[in-house]
């Protein structure tokens, strides 16, 4: 049992992390310091065996192997002497051990703070030098046939046009070319044909929904939090969205980095006229794109994870950097310290989740001003209050009616402010009401959209109350150290207002005593995930599809008695309509009533960033002192920020033109998805642990030239399309196979197999199937269970995917599309510059028996049936490969249908099963699932 239990273990464990060497560092070395560092630690005194485990040349000595045997009872004298270690540690100790035991080149021992000489880091190290660009400027050409001549190697000679197109457009675009654009390209002798087609392909549409796709494995897009139930990151696709478009647009690759970081707080955001969507509150849903634990009893280790998660993915996605290794110490190799780490924990673990409106102000405020008008124009006496008097044992924690200091507000048409003297709240129907002194998100209309969260506050109460109103899911909601999954059990913190007059709603608190929290009060649209209330018999309270939704609120008590308050609210006072009023009521509801339904996405609410305490060798429970919030040192130096600016200057220090980093790094990633490697071949590590650069000056010059052409996207793309050494053949000369086996120095051009998505979608195409569509919410995943894979899962989609393209498709933590999955398509875990790429009897038993690709030959051969026979092979071939068959290939798919004629005699539908099965062998070819 236990065994099953560790290979369970074993199992997850696969399922987050890559085992490198950074894998060593990050998870394998602070385990065996916390656990085996007393005995066998560098630094203590006596070395108990002789053996040291918390440094690289130890652990060889000592066998990682052993030390796995030891921690798992299989030798004589087992280990720890304390006891056995937790199943989840052992877990970590033998995914390393299975995968080669990964470690560090050299002998670095488990340095201590004293030993960190961040300049010495900083001069040893080519990624932290600013890039310099040759003088004269150089080609890429004139980099790469001086790297050749220096090592003897002749260039390959270009590829034939065909070819090129098909390499061309499967890099720019996902897809191949169709027959009419290959045949404009071999026809065209003009000297600017290629130019004309990169241009093309770099206009194309299709373009953004490829490298869409790209990015969203370095920003790991996903649109479910895992864990069980794998809850929604509602309208994520939106995200998704908001890429392709950026991508198609050209948006400069520094600007999509600002609005990455703080694209909420921009002081001038990017604007979509035609689609009057804020462009910039967009980028920042990437924010909410974490693994929650289910139900955690410690929520503050599980937010030290998430955020630990967004840190690693930030960092690895924009600088290259390993940032999340100095967690629990300095960094072993580069120049980050662990102070660095919490200097932007207090940066990154300072917004809080939640849904935003993303239209533009125009539209958030549509008829504000008038709506406003009117109300002043009635005039309503001051709302006499009762003020409360609190019985023995209760505590208020905010009077909400005369102060919200400190809380953070948004919405449409929400002042960021307390109605004092009451409010005057006009509903679709009935008469204007007159409501005591508090927070009301309806203060115009209860189609606005609005949020209120508290300052953060340790909860030391029994139990907390709220005093609230409302209509359509307007709830208030606990939240505890920033995890805002609405779960059921000890996560029930929710109380919906069920009365449009303030009442008493308590949430019970005793279990969280200690940690941190805060309340918020949302309509139906902000909250971070709606979930609708059991109405019984199975039945669940649907809300409202009127874009209404609202809530009110002024009291919160803390309190240890289990009974809620019994202070009585104030009744709102039904006005009594004067005659001069009905045109202003009358005018009022013409205006509301045209107020349009706002588009949500997710986002984040921001806090002060406070300062966040050290935390000793990463333990949760061992704060220490408190670090100023900042970027890292090496780059922006050791001076703090101001914690109300914290995240716009690190937008600025990422995007900024000094930093090192940001080019080169994003550079290197065009690169790789050009060529099939990277200059620097760790596309996510640019530190000692990663590669060095095979061509260090040119990938300086190409960093250099894509900062002074506006940081364009397109144009460095159609910058490497247009060189000779993009145009090569694939095939290698008999030296380069000797010299140079992994083509470092670019002889030729890699041969590399299509992504998953790649393959899924010209299987659509090729029968005929893909649809053009662009955006819109995602399509379910389709998996060959009947109903959900794991408890909390959506019923299934389409086999096909509804047509659509890959990038379309839902991408959720526990299910995945097992075309796609079999194909290497990445688990969401973090910054994915490069996939795996296997190659397994799984993917020929995928092609030949999945039900898709089985579904889409078919459907494929009643499309082939259509051209006339003799041309249809030649045409299933110009399909499938971009190219005509040759007289062998002619000859021998003549002999192959023949054969089947034979064994399809008895078929109902003969000739659909015969050339089905052609269909079917054509995408099992190796042509067309690689690109030369």
């Known amino acids: 049992m236990r065994h099953l239990l560790l290979v369970g273990l074993l199992s997850a464990a696969g399922a987050q992390a890559q085992v490198t060497a950074e894998y060593f560092e990050k998870e394998v070395r602070p385990l065996l310091v916390a656990e085996c560092g007393a005995c066998h630690g560098s630094q203590a005194k006596v070395k108990f065996a002789g053996l040291t485990l918390d440094t690289p040349e130890g652990l060889r000595q000592a066998g990682p192997a052993k030390v796995l045997a030891a921690v798992t009872g299989k030798l004589q004298q087992p280990m720890p002497p304390s006891g056995r270690l937790p199943d989840a540690k052992i877990a970590v100790l033998a995914r390393w051990v299975e995968a080669g035991a990964p470690m560090p080149v050299g002998t670095a021992v488990a340095a201590s703070a004293s030993v960190f000489d961040l300049e010495g880091r900083k001069r040893s190290h080519w990624a932290w030098r600013a890039p310099k660009a040759a003088v004269p400027p150089a080609s890429i050409d004139h980099h790469v046939h001086a790297k050749l001549a220096a090592e003897r190697l002749q260039p390959a000679p270009q590829a034939d046009k065909a070819t090129l197109l098909r390499r061309l457009s499967y890099d720019l675009t996902g897809l191949p070319p169709s027959a009419d654009e290959l045949a404009g390209f071999l026809n065209d002798t003009a000297a600017n044909a290629w130019e004309k087609q990169v241009d093309r392909l770099l206009a194309s549409p299709r373009f953004g929904e490829h490298w869409a796709r790209h990015w969203m494995d370095w920003l790991r897009f996903a649109e479910s939090h895992g864990s069980e139930g794998d809850p929604d990151v509602p309208l994520a696709w939106r995200y998704r969205d908001y890429l392709i478009r950026a991508f198609n647009a050209d948006v400069p ?43 955690p009893v410690d929520p503050w280790e599980d937010r030290i994870k998430f955020t630990d998660n967004q840190i690693d993915v930030v960092m690895k996605a924009f600088q290259g950097l390993t940032v999340s290794c100095a967690r629990c110490h300095d960094h072993k190799f580069d120049a980050i310290s662990q102070r660095d780490y919490y200097a932007l924990f207090g940066i990154v673990g300072s917004m809080r989740p939640t849904q935003a409106p993303v239209d533009v102000s125009e539209v958030r405020g549509w008829h504000t001003e008038a709506l406003s008008g009117i109300k002043k124009q009635i005039d309503v006496p001051m709302f006499r209050r009762t003020e409360p008097v609190l019985p023995a044992g209760h505590r208020l924690l905010w009077d909400l009616g005369k102060s919200t200091e400190g809380w953070l507000a948004r919405g449409s048409g929400l002042p960021p402010a307390a109605s004092p003297q009451g409010e005057l709240l006009i509903g679709a129907t009935g008469p204007p009401r007159l409501y005591p002194p508090g927070i009301y998100s309806n203060r115009l209309s209860a189609k606005h959209d609005a949020v209120w969260q508290s300052p953060r506050f340790k909860v030391d109460s029994d139990f907390i109350s709220v005093r609230l109103a409302g209509a359509n899911y307007g709830q208030a909601q606990l939240i505890i150290e920033n995890y805002a999954v609405p779960r059921g059990g000890i996560y029930n ?59 009110g609120a002024d009291l919160v008590i803390a309190h240890d008695t289990k009974e809620k308050p019994t202070i009585p609210a104030d009744a709102p006072i039904d006005l009594e309509e004067r005659a001069e009023w009905k045109p202003l009521l009358d005018r009022y509801r013409a205006l509301e009533n045209q107020l349009p339904k706002l588009t949500f996405a997710p986002s984040v609410l921001q806090e002060p960033a406070a300062p966040q305490p050290l935390l000793v060798r ?94 364009s996207i397109k144009k460095m793309l159609r910058t490497m399309a247009l060189s000779e050494a993009y145009r090569r053949s694939s095939t290698p ?112 038993l995928a092609m030949l028996n999945n039900p898709f690709v089985l579904e889409q030959a078919g459907k494929w051969a009643k499309r082939a049936l259509l051209t006339p026979e003799p041309d249809r092979v030649a045409a299933m071939f110009q399909t499938a490969f971009q190219r005509p068959p040759t007289a062998e290939e002619q000859q021998r798919s003549r002999a192959y249908l023949n054969e089947l004629k034979d064994q399809h005699a008895a078929a109902p539908d003969r000739e659909t099963a015969v050339w089905r099965d052609f269909a079917h062998a054509l995408f099992n070819l190796k042509e067309f699932l690689y690109v030369r």
């Open 253 to 295: 690759y520094d600007q999509l980095v600002r609005e990455h970081i703080a694209g909420d707080l921009l002081p001038s955001p990017r604007q979509n006229p035609e689609l009057k969507l804020n462009e910039s509150l967009l980028a920042v849903a990437h924010w909410r794109m974490v693994e929650h634990g289910f139900q």
């Open 493 to 551: 913190l929710r109380a919906r207002a069920k009365s449009d007059k303030l009442d008493w709603y308590t949430i019970p608190t005793a279990f969280w005593k200690g940690f941190t929290a805060y309340l918020e009060f949302t309509t139906i649209d902000t909250a971070t995930i709606f979930q609708a209330e059991s109405a019984g018999k199975g039945k669940t309270l649907q809300p409202a599809e009127d874009g209404r939704s609202w809530f």
């Open 618 to 711: 990463g333990n949760p429970k061992s704060p220490g002192p408190a670090v100023p919030v900042r970027y890292i040192e090496a780059i922006a130096g050791p001076a703090a920020v101001p914690v109300d600016e914290a995240r716009l200057r690190l937008a600025d220090a990422l995007a900024a033109n000094s930093n090192p980093l940001t080019a080169r790094v994003m550079v290197n990633r065009l690169w790789r998805a050009m060529f099939g490697a990277g200059l620097v071949r760790s596309v996510d590590n640019f530190g000692k642990l990663g590669d060095t650069p095979s061509h260090p000056e040119l990938l300086d010059e190409l960093a250099v030239r894509f900062m002074e052409q506006g940081w």
């Open 733 to 844: 000369s008999a030296e380069a196979k000797v010299k140079d086996p992994a083509n470092r120095w670019l002889q030729h051009r890699n041969l590399r197999r299509l992504e998953a998505e790649a393959i899924r979608d010209s299987i659509l195409l090729a029968s005929g199937e893909l649809k053009p569509d662009m955006f819109g919410p995602s399509i379910a995943t389709y998996y060959d269970h009947d109903t959900g894979k794991t408890k909390g899962d959506k019923p299934k989609g389409p086999l096909d995917g509804a047509g659509r393209r890959s990038v379309y498709l839902e991408v959720r933590r526990n299910v995945t599309n097992p075309m796609l999955e079999v194909f290497d398509v990445p688990k969401v875990s973090t910054a994915r510059g490069e996939r795996d790429l296997t190659n397994v009897p799984a993917q020929s």
